[in-house]
């Protein structure tokens, strides 16, 4: 099951650049995108959402971009800080009534100092 | 600020014993939903719950798994048997109301199989 893909298993940033991650995903059908971010020995801790009516989302540091017709949304990160040092999951919702996510493979996002 | 909680946070098991994960949503929430993680897999979503009744399940969630909110605050998920394959981080997540999209989850149960 391949629907949601996050194909860079890692990412390294210096500290005070610009993190950007990006995710892919194949049904057209999905009706809301969410990022969370996980520490190790923690959950998944929701980050930041946008709906498939939007294409741009921000909140603070970050920001997520919808590209619908490339079926591609990235989270940017500015500035990065050693803190967002983390794996971050892009993740879908079909449009089904359970509401269920779907979920990319993560990325590991290093900052360094 | 109020959280999901798991329990055990470590749970190690023989083949072929039952388990129960134990898990305490967030006081108001309605929806409960279970996913677990394969070491270097993805996590995967296995049973959706909703008004005590399951709302959606994966392929993976097959008759050796159970899932019950027995009373006001716990939400349980029994693996009758488990089998090997079955040792993964298992994560339960809630979220306020059906139309709601955020799902927030607790720190997992990290399950053993030997």
């Avoid at chain 1, 803190?83 to 971050?88: E, L």
Wanted: with cysteine; hydrophobic share 35%; aromatic share 12%.
């Amino acid at each position: 099951d391949q629907q949601v893909k996050q194909n860079s298993p890692s990412l390294s940033v210096q500290e005070g650049r610009i993190s950007i991650l990006n995710c892919d995903y194949t049904n057209s059908m999905f009706d809301y995108f969410l990022w969370y971010k996980k520490y190790p020995a923690e959950g998944p801790t929701f980050l930041i959402s946008i709906s498939s009516i939007k294409d741009k989302n921000e909140d603070g540091r970050f920001t997520v971009f919808l590209n619908k017709s490339a079926k591609h949304l990235s989270l940017h990160i500015v500035p990065s800080q050693p803190g967002d040092s983390a794996v971050y999951f892009c993740a879908a919702i079909p449009h089904e009534v359970s509401g269920k996510l779907i979920f990319g493979q993560g990325t590991t996002l290093q900052v360094k100092p | 600020e109020p959280e999901v909680t798991q329990t055990p946070s470590h749970q190690v098991t023989q083949m072929g014993q039952e388990v129960i994960l134990r898990c305490v949503p967030i006081s108001n929430h309605l929806y409960f939903y279970w996913y677990r993680q394969i070491l270097g897999q993805k996590v995967e979503f296995l049973v959706s719950f909703y008004n005590n009744e399951i709302s959606e399940k994966s392929e993976i969630f097959d008759d050796q798994f159970s899932v019950e909110r027995p009373d006001g605050s716990n939400f349980t998920l029994k693996i009758r048997s488990t089998k090997l394959e079955d040792s993964a981080m298992y994560f339960c997540a809630s979220k306020r109301v059906p139309a709601e999209n955020i799902q927030y989850f607790g720190a997992g149960t990290r399950l053993s199989v030997l």
